[in-house]
């Protein structure tokens, strides 16, 4: 059974810091990872999408690495904002379906 | 707008009531599948479904019932609501089998049983 752990659970950073959240994986026969955000009381949005023979994806500010061998992704927001304020999900994807982190909640202070 | 509609927003139920929760996709996915979010608990698998007429369990299926007819809809029925399905629903696509393109979630239903 595929477990997927993100640390930290929450992290409060000035604005303007980057910031790196991490997840891991415990069967890295994934097909690939996918990182979501989630606004309180909201739905999930897709961030990014790494396919399993991909090392890295980037959008604007974000970029997420991956690296099956060892279980493990990242994903750096540069030059963080009050805006970038939510939960963050890391979900592995395998065997017809997503596994879920139980997320990173992030505070950006103005 | 192409995405994944989900239908009511909200709901209360009394125990023991019945109801469907409506999911529907405009991208011609043929996975769909249903999620609930706990506290706690992040989110878990109910039911999911690769293609019309086919669909099967995932972690959490008790209670719960699926059907797809159609390429587009996947609603997901509660037989008799209890309070631990109290919970936020979330539907969720995809453009190819095992998520290779990957998921598309819907906004939610949040669903109280009392």
């Known amino acids: 059974k595929q477990e997927v752990t993100q640390i930290p659970a929450a992290l409060s950073v000035p604005e303007g810091e980057n910031l790196v959240l991490n997840c891991s994986f415990t069967?890295?026969?994934?097909?690939?990872l996918q990182w979501f955000r989630q606004d309180p009381g909201k739905g999930l949005t897709s961030l990014l999408l790494?396919?399993?023979?991909?090392r890295e994806q980037t959008s604007g500010r974000l970029n997420a690495s991956l690296d099956k061998s060892s279980g493990r992704s990242t994903l750096y927001i540069a030059a963080s904002q009050p805006g970038d304020s939510a939960t963050y999900l890391c979900a592995a994807s395998n065997d017809y379906k997503l596994s879920f982190g139980a997320g990173t909640t992030v505070t950006v202070r103005a | 707008n192409a995405g994944v509609t989900q239908t009511p927003k909200f709901q209360v139920l009394k125990t023991g009531q019945s109801m469907t929760l409506q999911c529907a996709q405009d991208?011609?996915?043929?996975?769909m599948s249903w999620y609930r979010q706990d506290p706690g608990m992040g989110l878990r698998l109910i039911h999911y479904?690769?293609?019309?007429?086919?669909?099967d369990q995932g972690e959490v299926p008790n209670g719960y019932n699926v059907s797809r007819s159609t390429t587009e809809d996947f609603p997901l029925r509660l037989l008799s609501a209890a309070p631990s399905q109290t919970s936020v629903y979330f539907c969720?696509?995809?453009?190819?089998?095992?998520?290779?393109?990957?998921?598309?979630f819907g906004s939610g239903t949040r669903l109280t049983v009392v």
């Open positions: 069967d890295s026969a994934i097909y690939n």
């Open positions: 479904s690769v293609g019309a007429g086919i669909t």
């Open positions: 790494i396919q399993s023979s991909q």
């Open positions: 991208m011609n996915h043929e996975y």
């Open positions: 969720a696509s995809s453009y190819f089998v095992q998520g290779a393109g990957g998921y598309t």
